[in-house]
């Protein structure tokens, strides 16, 4: 079992920046690849970006890529989501996700086991 605690939301104007962390606890978080998730009311949960526990590759979606940095310090138990240049479209609430390590970093919420409550990322013009 894991446990994650999203931090660091909050309200930022457009072309701002924020950064999210996620803190796991349980079991050895280094073996576990993690993800960040967003999610609107009434809308889908969608993918953000992930990494894996192996080799630190990553996996963006294509409405980030450029934009946003996920990186991983398992020394600390911690995931990391830096969002720069932000937009007004990426006002949502922010999950943080993991699942075992594996050969893939999957898109979808079904691929992942555990995970946070999520932090409110507002983004005001």
């Known amino acids: 079992q894991v446990q994650l605690v999203e931090s660091g939301g909050g309200l930022v104007q457009a072309g701002g920046s924020l950064r999210l962390s996620c803190a796991a606890s349980?079991?050895?978080?280094?073996?576990?690849?993690m993800g960040w998730f967003r999610q609107v009311p009434g809308n889908e949960r969608d993918f953000v970006a992930a990494i894996t526990w192996s080799d630190g590759s990553t996996r963006y979606a294509d409405s980030v890529k450029g934009r946003f940095t996920i990186s991983r310090d398992n020394a600390k138990n911690t995931v990391f989501l830096q969002m720069n240049r932000l937009e007004r479209e990426d006002t949502a609430v922010y999950y943080c996700?993991?699942?075992?390590?594996?050969?893939?970093?999957?898109?979808?919420?079904?691929?992942?086991?555990?995970w946070g409550q999520g932090t409110q990322v507002t983004v005001s013009s």
């Open positions: 349980g079991r050895t978080f280094s073996r576990y690849d």
């Open positions: 996700a993991a699942k075992a390590s594996g050969f893939y970093l999957p898109i979808y919420r079904s691929g992942y086991s555990y």
